[in-house]
């Protein structure tokens, strides 16, 4: 019998061994991490949804100014307590942009007066086309867009209060 | 103080696993006779950890609340049988039910091994107690089943009411009995590597435990894809999930292993690689046991995560599969290869079968780990699922069976006389089959139409070794090879009809409103409130007919209090020639209801054969432990030379 036969479980269990390892000393990382960081927004062009509130397409967000880009919906519990934060985003001068998923326009207007408005414009994604071609999961996500229009940052959950410097920064480099 | 003297019993063990261990160092070294004082040793201990685990299913049975284990998984509140049950429906519980057969099996190793020399047994009972000392080590540092809490809380916080059902009672322990069962073929593959007496009677003692491992996991496996099946409410019998996963491939290697352990036993040949199969099948086993109870892999039965419990297991399952494999390749050069066959030869077959069950064993473990080793080394993270299992392992299974039909044809050492002409009856219902699909359904998908086919050819050929002789007087490991290989052709033919002729219908529907399913018309007459002892239900009122009769269905969605919990129990109606599965869901806010309806013809086969494939391994087992017992015991004369040889 071969010696490469022989010892060649031994080599399987070590390969086997070592992934394991790693795979407990690594923390699990359930988040999806978008692969479209760094490269320009996908082209879309979402309808209004709520009265009085424009539309959303990709040249919006490409103005020479750096854009949060917020994917939310009306029906998403954590969007509540985050439009608080992106409101004190919006009273720093941050443009903050919308992506309603899979939302209803009464519902929608219904959020917005009750938790307050820090949208600039607000697209409706009916069928969570447009956020699964920016490479995300979930709600809420927000994206930082560059002037030129290419994704700078993701932000998987909402924005906490203690994200506020953060997101700050990264704004300022996206500048 | 019931809990105390499990853990005082547990403790015991582990000592006299350590002693076990020491007498068989001791032994080799010496050539001392220690098998008696080490029978003992390993006979007590198997009764000490039945102790301890008896003394665990107390204080569930009386739930002692201030036994922490008892507290986070059981409720007074709950069924009797599944307080019982909750004993191992966790992860300390199931870890002593694992040490308990351990040891179990050692104390059977110990009092039936007459049949492998001195040194032989002396060394499997051996590595049986290191096995056992590590997974007692385990228990006692890092999984205490037996800790209290103070001062004691007033009522328990529930079983997973999705393991509150009669499965668990049974699933678990089938597997676990299986996965351990296989210990002893890896604890008498390490001793004889060790002696280096790799033979005949080796594998005549290994058989009965190869066997009966086989038929528990195969058992169990069945048992789970139905559990799976009406539990979870998604209408599929297998979803190559990870830990189905780890407990198909223990069953992919053990039935390797049976196989070729029967060229040991009659031929002395394959020495080499059916003790590779003895350790593999066991190391399978513990990858199962690792991969669930550490719960890195994403999957349904990924208990909880925890990363000293998996540290520690890994430890011993590199300590113990390593120390195997550094054996196998020291020792196996040594071993004398045994009697040679022709090209054209039984054993020919069953090397071939041996080939093909390790290759779809590798395709299943590389489908398994691979997400883990491309996150490990690209960071990507991805999922290997169906697609990839059923386009690989499915053309393998296919071919594999085809070829059981002939291997049981073929005579051992070489075969003269010609094979394929028995074949010609099955080779022609396999035909008929085919043009039969060919003709009823043309847009019918590749593997279901060979599926067909094949089942209805193996069917057939299956039998074919019972033709031609008195079939009374066959022996019962025939019979059993025939009833088991015959389950194989009604299994295969249960998945092609549920692949080629599922119907499924999804539809938002209100009281009153008629579906349609395959040839059934499905009403939904009502949707009522119900309750049960520690859950409240929604209950559909269904009304089937496909033109004779109408039959009621009443598929719940409940909620469960402690721990609150929704589950769906869907209501599955068998007739004999299929069955219709139902499923209520949600209510949506206009006040309809979410109903999920299957028609699956003939999918009941898929388990039918599951269970023949165990009724033929118990009949085979029984035909072997007759003889082992009854015909073949040693003559005083045979018993003295093996003693003093």
């Not at chain 2, 040194?119 to 590590?134: E, K, N, S, Y």
């Amino acid at each position: 019998m071969s010696r490469a036969f022989r010892f060649a479980p031994i080599g399987v269990l070590l390969l086997i061994i070592a992934a394991l390892v790693w795979r407990l000393a690594t923390p699990k990382d359930n988040n999806v991490h978008s692969t479209m960081v760094g490269k320009p927004v996908p082209a879309f062009d979402l309808p209004s949804i709520v009265p009085n509130k424009p539309a959303l397409s990709s040249a919006d967000v490409a103005t020479g100014q750096p854009h949060l880009v917020n994917i939310f919906a009306s029906w998403c519990v954590p969007c509540i307590t985050e439009v608080k934060v992106l409101k004190a985003l919006q009273g720093r001068g941050v443009h903050i942009d919308g992506i309603a998923v899979r939302d209803r326009p009464a519902d929608l207007a219904d959020f917005l007066a009750r938790n307050g408005d820090p949208y600039e414009r607000i697209g409706s994604d009916s069928q969570s086309d447009v956020q699964i071609s920016l490479g995300s999961s979930g709600v809420p996500e927000s994206f930082i867009v560059d002037g030129k229009g290419v994704i700078r940052f993701q932000q998987i959950g909402a924005i906490e209060a203690s994200d506020v410097p953060m997101i700050l920064s990264k704004l300022e480099q996206a500048r | 103080m019931i809990a105390e003297t499990g853990l005082g019993a547990l403790w015991l063990a582990a000592g006299l696993a350590a002693l076990q261990f020491l007498l068989m160092i001791i032994a080799l070294r010496s050539g001392a006779d220690v098998r008696r004082p080490m029978r003992s040793i390993a006979v007590v201990q198997g009764v000490l950890t039945l102790i301890a685990f008896a003394m665990l299913l107390l204080v569930f049975a009386r739930s002692d609340m201030s036994v922490a284990l008892v507290f986070e998984n059981s409720n007074s509140m709950k069924p009797f049988i599944y307080k019982v049950a909750g004993a191992w429906g966790n992860h300390e519980g199931s870890m002593l039910m694992w040490v308990t057969i351990l040891a179990v099996a050692g104390a059977f190793v110990a009092l039936l091994a007459h049949r492998t020399s001195e040194r032989t047994t002396v060394a499997a009972l051996g590595a049986q107690a290191v096995l056992a000392l590590g997974f007692y080590a385990f228990l006692l540092i890092a999984s205490n089943p037996f800790a209290r809490l103070w001062p004691a809380p007033m009522d328990g916080q529930g079983l997973n009411p999705l393991l509150q059902d009669p499965g668990l009672a049974f699933h678990p322990p089938t597997l676990y009995l299986g996965y351990v069962g296989l210990s002893v073929a890896f604890s008498f593959a390490v001793g004889a590597l060790f002696t280096g007496e790799v033979d005949s009677r080796l594998a005549r003692a290994m058989r009965p435990w190869v066997l009966g491992a086989w038929i528990l996991l195969t058992l169990g496996i069945t048992a789970g894809s139905y559990w799976a099946y009406y539990e979870l409410g998604w209408g599929g019998y297998w979803f190559w999930d990870p830990v189905e996963n780890a407990s198909l491939m223990p069953w992919l290697a053990a039935t390797a292993l049976l196989h070729s352990i029967n060229v040991l036993a009659a031929r002395g040949a394959l020495k080499a690689w059916t003790m590779m199969l003895a350790v593999v099948a066991f190391s399978m086993s513990m990858v199962g046991t690792f991969l669930v109870r550490s719960g890195i892999l994403t999957s349904v039965h990924a208990f909880a995560i925890d990363p000293q419990r998996g540290t520690f297991l890994l430890a011993l399952l590199a300590i113990y599969v390593g120390a195997a494999f550094i054996l196998f390749a020291v020792r196996a050069p040594f071993l004398k290869e045994g009697a040679p066959f022709e090209l054209v030869s039984r054993e020919s077959g069953l090397v071939i079968n041996n080939l093909i069950l390790s290759v779809i064993l590798g395709v299943v473990f590389v489908g398994t780990l691979y997400p883990l080793l491309v996150e490990a080394v690209t960071g990507e993270k991805l999922s290997v699922g169906a697609p990839y299992f059923d386009a690989v392992a499915g053309p393998l299974a296919l071919l594999l069976a085809v070829l059981v039909g002939i291997g049981p044809l073929i005579a051992w050492r070489r075969e003269r006389r010609p094979v394929f002409k028995p074949l010609a009856i099955p080779a022609l219902l396999g035909a008929t089959a085919l043009a039969i699909s060919i003709i009823l359904d043309p847009g019918m998908r590749i593997l279901p139409r060979l599926g067909f086919t094949i089942a209805a050819y193996l069917a057939a050929a299956a039998i074919l070794p019972l033709v031609g002789r008195n079939p009374l007087r066959a022996p019962l490991a025939t019979w059993g090879m025939v009833i088991a290989h015959f389950g194989i052709a009604v299994a295969l033919a249960g998945m092609a009809a549920n692949a080629a002729f599922s119907s499924e219908r999804l539809a938002i529907a209100r009281p009153g409103d008629i579906l349609n399913v395959g040839p059934w018309e499905v009403q939904l007459a009502d949707v009522t409130p119900t309750a049960g002892k520690n859950w409240t239900a929604i209950e559909a009122e269904l009304r089937a007919s496909r033109g004779d009769g109408i039959i009621m269905l009443a598929p719940q969605s409940r909620f469960y209090s402690d721990p609150p919990t929704e589950t769906s129990e869907s209501a599955i109606r068998t007739c004999w020639n299929g069955q219709l599965y139902t499923v209520i869901g949600k209510q949506d806010v206009s006040g309809a209801w979410q109903l999920r309806l299957w028609w699956k013809p003939f999918v009941t086969l898929i388990w039918a054969g599951g269970a023949l494939i165990a009724i033929g391994g118990a009949l085979a087992l029984l035909g072997r432990l007759w003889r082992l017992v009854w015909r073949r015991r040693p003559t005083p004369e045979e018993w003295r030379r093996e003693r003093y040889a």
